[in-house]
T-cell receptor, first 115, second 114 residues
Framework: EAQVTQNPRYLITVTGKKLTVTCSQN?????MSWYRQDPGLGLRQIYY???????DKGDVPEGYKVSRKEKRNFPLILESPSPNQTSLYFC??????????????FGPGTRLTVL | AQKVTQAQTEISVVEKEDVTLDCVYE???????LFWYKQPPSGELVFLIR??????QNEISGRYSWNFQKSTSSFNFTITASQVVDSAVYFC???????????FGTGTRLTVIP
């Protein structure tokens, strides 16, 4: 089954404790991205990757890191989480095709609470 | 700059009523793509439809229909004969040509009352 998986689905942590949220896709997509969803703000892009070892900032990258060492994986790293990073996080992937018309496939979401 | 506005924050309807969710967008791109996603209470994002800027034909899929009007920069979504299972948050999104980002609206929470 074609899918994007994220782990963990739920995470409660404390300020300053480094954490990683994993994302994996099995569709051989070139592009991957992380979004955060906050009430009243919709989804906003944090980082994206166009392929292995190619990443770039989205609209709200502060406080986050990413890496793309393998095509299928795109982990999101919070080196020193703070309460304002409490949010619902989505990973997405999509193929590289001319025109950029393709829909993005989303993972199930990770609900993160930083105390 | 890309922007999507969903002015309706919350809508409640009684089952079997029709309901229209509004979406207005802004973009300088001549080629762009519009999307609707559904987020049910379980939290996942479900893709509903994609429309490109050159195709202004309205689309119908069962009880769902979409009205795309470039003249008013709108891409509205209508649910006919609403059902309780339609209760969800609905997001409209915009993507420019070659862009690596989907710009989402703030969403409309639809509650269908039995």
């Amino acid at each position: 089954e074609a899918q994007v998986t994220q782990n963990p689905r739920y995470l409660i942590t404390v300020t300053g404790k480094k954490l990683t949220v994993t994302c994996s896709q099995n569709m051989n997509h070139e592009y991957m991205s992380w979004y955060r969803q906050d009430p009243g703000l919709g989804l906003r892009q944090i980082y994206y990757s166009m392929n292995v070892e190619v990443t770039d900032k989205g609209d709200v990258p502060e406080g986050y890191k990413v890496s793309r060492k393998e095509k299928r994986n795109f982990p999101l790293i919070l080196e020193s989480p703070s309460p304002n990073q409490t949010s619902l996080y989505f990973c997405a992937s999509w193929p590289e095709r001319a025109g950029g018309a393709d829909e993005q496939f989303f993972g199930p979401g990770t609900r993160l609470t930083v105390l | 700059a890309q922007k999507v506005t969903q002015a309706q924050t919350e809508i409640s309807v009684v089952e079997k009523e029709d309901v229209t969710l509004d979406c207005v967008y802004e973009t300088r791109d001549t080629t762009y793509y519009l999307f609707w996603y559904k987020q049910p209470p379980s939290g996942e994002l479900v893709f509903l439809i994609r429309r490109n800027s050159f195709d202004e034909q309205n689309e119908i899929s069962g009880r769902y229909s979409w009205n795309f009007q470039k003249s008013t920069s709108s891409f509205n979504f209508t649910i006919t004969a609403s059902q309780v299972v339609d209760s969800a948050v609905y997001f409209c999104a915009l993507r420019g040509t070659g862009a690596n980002n989907l710009f989402f609206g703030t969403g409309t929470r639809l509650t269908v009352i039995p």
